[in-house]
């Protein structure tokens, strides 16, 4: 039988394998790379498809479906998160594990890229349905993962909990401990300091690059607005809370709040462990998201999911500055139009790069038995992420394109002078 392979030429206006697709061959025009290599690195190296059946707490089995796509194994193992949502598609898990290798390649970390998935709302299961969920869908991974091949991290909808019971089961099957299969997990059983904070922590050290060369210094007086108010959101709003900007809005799945004097962030934490929600935070004036994407502010941080900025709205974004907290969260039709206004984007290869970054010391400590403190952690962070921003700030200049491009082609080149090296087999 003849398998189709993913057609990137087919693929409708709104998948976010269409946006990945259509930013790698705006990359790639501008760059000399020999053709079959270019051909190769557009498609996925591996995509794997899991139905699955999970006992619910009433005795019942209900059948779920998963994926793992692995994109490209060229620098390294793979390496990605998971995603438990009722939007999840292989499309999706294709573009996501194609972002991730440019994302690995851009801050020169030793992984190629990988995505899963399970299509599930989390909230609809309790604990325990979780926990088998998670345990059924990690065994089915098993003959794709190891510390040397593929390592999961949590994405939307996933934790450091889920990591655990990832970590167990894979343990469980080779019949001793190995922390190194998946970060992301509780530092009792080898995750590491600073990893739940770290991709919000990198949002913001670059948005403050990004501030300093478009010459704006005042932090009380730049305005941010977040989109998202999970881990990167809720991490994101905390280090600027704590570097002194305003936020004056945010959002979540439910919808979002805003105050034009600013949000006492750790009192909306704390408003959001009780009520579960941004939304009827006290002094604040509920809006929507939609609302929140187009508010008057200086920056606007998108961290929730794919396709929130498009040709539909991006002509009354405000914000002089969108910093990519979420991966895809823009369009390419959207980035033309953020292009002609002169908005400036700091794209999501580079700005939620601290996630995986902090992922990889994760995965160093776990293989040497070593855990470094949070201080180690975020001043290697900071390095490294910063070395990123200057490196695709300077690419932009040299070839005279926008961010996005700057951080793809880099990135881009750099896997394809490994595959240059390395050949193709046999
Ligand atoms: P999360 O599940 O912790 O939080 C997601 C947030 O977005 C929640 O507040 C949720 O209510 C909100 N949300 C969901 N759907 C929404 C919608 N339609 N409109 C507005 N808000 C909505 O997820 P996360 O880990 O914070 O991931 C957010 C984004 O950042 C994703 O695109 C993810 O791929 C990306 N990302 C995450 C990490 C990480 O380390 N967690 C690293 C890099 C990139």
């Not at 809720?234 to 979002?256: H, K, L, P, R």
């Not at 953020?338 to 996630?355: E, H, K, T, Y």
């Given at each position: 039988?003849?398998?189709?392979?993913?057609?990137?030429?087919?693929?409708?206006?709104?998948?976010?394998?269409?946006?990945?697709?259509?930013?790698y061959?705006?990359?790639?025009?501008?760059?000399?790379?020999?053709?079959?290599?270019?051909?190769?690195?557009?498609?996925?190296?591996?995509?794997?498809?899991?139905?699955?059946?999970?006992?619910?707490?009433?005795?019942?089995?209900?059948?779920?479906?998963?994926?793992?796509?692995?994109?490209?194994?060229?620098?390294?193992?793979?390496?990605?998160?998971?995603?438990?949502?009722?939007?999840?598609?292989?499309?999706?898990?294709?573009?996501?594990?194609?972002?991730?290798?440019?994302?690995?390649?851009?801050?020169?970390?030793?992984?190629?890229?990988?995505?899963?998935?399970?299509?599930v709302?989390?909230?609809?299961?309790?604990?325990?349905?979780?926990?088998?969920?998670?345990?059924?869908?990690?065994?089915?991974?098993?003959?794709?993962?190891?510390?040397?091949?593929?390592?999961p991290?949590?994405?939307?909808?996933?934790?450091?909990?889920?990591?655990?019971?990832?970590?167990?089961?894979?343990?469980?099957?080779?019949?001793?401990?190995v922390?190194?299969?998946?970060?992301?997990?509780?530092?009792?059983?080898?995750?590491?300091?600073?990893?739940?904070?770290?991709?919000?922590?990198?949002?913001?050290?670059?948005?403050?690059?990004?501030?300093?060369?478009?010459?704006?210094?005042?932090?009380?007086?730049?305005?941010?607005?977040?989109?998202?108010?999970?881990?990167?959101?809720?991490?994101?709003?905390?280090?600027?809370?704590?570097?002194?900007?305003?936020?004056?809005?945010?959002?979540?799945?439910?919808?979002?709040?805003?105050?034009?004097?600013?949000?006492?962030?750790?009192?909306?934490l704390?408003?959001?462990?009780?009520?579960?929600?941004?939304?009827?935070?006290?002094?604040?004036?509920?809006?929507?998201?939609?609302?929140?994407?187009?508010?008057?502010?200086?920056?606007?941080?998108?961290?929730?999911?794919?396709?929130?900025?498009?040709?539909?709205?991006?002509?009354?974004?405000?914000?002089?500055?969108?910093?990519?907290?979420?991966?895809?969260?823009t369009?390419?039709?959207?980035?033309?139009?953020?292009?002609?206004?002169?908005?400036?984007?700091?794209?999501?290869?580079?700005?939620?790069?601290?996630?995986?970054?902090?992922?990889?010391?994760?995965?160093?400590?776990?293989?040497?038995?070593?855990s470094?403190?949070?201080?180690?952690?975020?001043?290697?962070?900071?390095?490294?992420?910063?070395?990123?921003?200057?490196?695709?700030?300077?690419?932009?200049?040299?070839?005279?394109?926008?961010?996005?491009?700057?951080?793809?082609?880099?990135a881009?080149?750099?896997?394809?002078?490994?595959?240059?090296?390395?050949?193709?087999?046999?």
């Amino acid at each position: 039988m003849v398998v189709a392979l993913p057609n990137p030429t087919t693929q409708s206006h709104t998948s976010a394998y269409h946006t990945a697709i259509e930013q790698y061959n705006r990359a790639t025009q501008n760059l000399s790379i020999d053709d079959n290599i270019l051909d190769y690195m557009r498609y996925p190296r591996r995509e794997f498809t899991v139905n699955f059946p999970v006992r619910r707490d009433d005795g019942q089995t209900e059948m779920f479906t998963g994926y793992r796509v692995h994109h490209s194994t060229v620098l390294g193992p793979s390496k990605g998160g998971i995603r438990y949502s009722t939007g999840v598609t292989l499309d999706e898990v294709r573009a996501l594990a194609m972002w991730m290798t440019w994302k690995c390649a851009l801050v020169n970390i030793p992984y190629g890229g990988a995505k899963g998935g399970v299509v599930v709302d989390p909230k609809t299961l309790s604990q325990r349905e979780l926990e088998n969920l998670t345990r059924r869908y990690a065994s089915e991974l098993i003959p794709l993962i190891s510390p040397h091949s593929d390592i999961p991290a949590p994405d939307m909808g996933t934790n450091s909990q889920v990591m655990a019971w990832i970590m167990d089961t894979y343990s469980m099957t080779v019949g001793y401990s190995v922390p190194a299969i998946v970060t992301g997990k509780p530092i009792i059983i080898g995750g590491s300091e600073g990893r739940t904070e770290a991709t919000g922590r990198g949002v913001i050290i670059t948005m403050m690059e990004a501030l300093k060369q478009m010459g704006q210094s005042s932090r009380s007086g730049t305005t941010v607005a977040i989109q998202g108010f999970g881990n990167v959101g809720s991490n994101a709003a905390s280090f600027a809370y704590e570097m002194g900007f305003t936020i004056v809005a945010v959002s979540d799945v439910m919808g979002g709040i805003y105050n034009p004097r600013g949000l006492d962030i750790p009192d909306l934490l704390e408003h959001v462990q009780a009520t579960g929600t941004v939304m009827d935070f006290r002094g604040s004036e509920n809006i929507n998201n939609e609302e929140l994407l187009r508010m008057k502010c200086d920056v606007l941080i998108p961290a929730a999911m794919e396709n929130q900025i498009t040709e539909d709205n991006a002509d009354h974004v405000q914000a002089q500055l969108i910093v990519e907290g979420a991966n895809g969260p823009t369009t390419p039709e959207a980035d033309d139009i953020l292009n002609d206004r002169g908005i400036f984007v700091v794209p999501d290869i580079l700005a939620n790069s601290g996630g995986v970054i902090v992922s990889y010391f994760e995965w160093v400590q776990d293989l040497q038995a070593f855990s470094w403190d949070k201080d180690e952690v975020f001043r290697q962070l900071q390095r490294i992420i910063v070395r990123a921003y200057d490196e695709t700030q300077s690419n932009a200049e040299k070839f005279n394109v926008d961010m996005r491009m700057g951080a793809q082609m880099t990135a881009i080149q750099r896997v394809a002078d490994a595959m240059k090296v390395r050949g193709f087999y046999p």
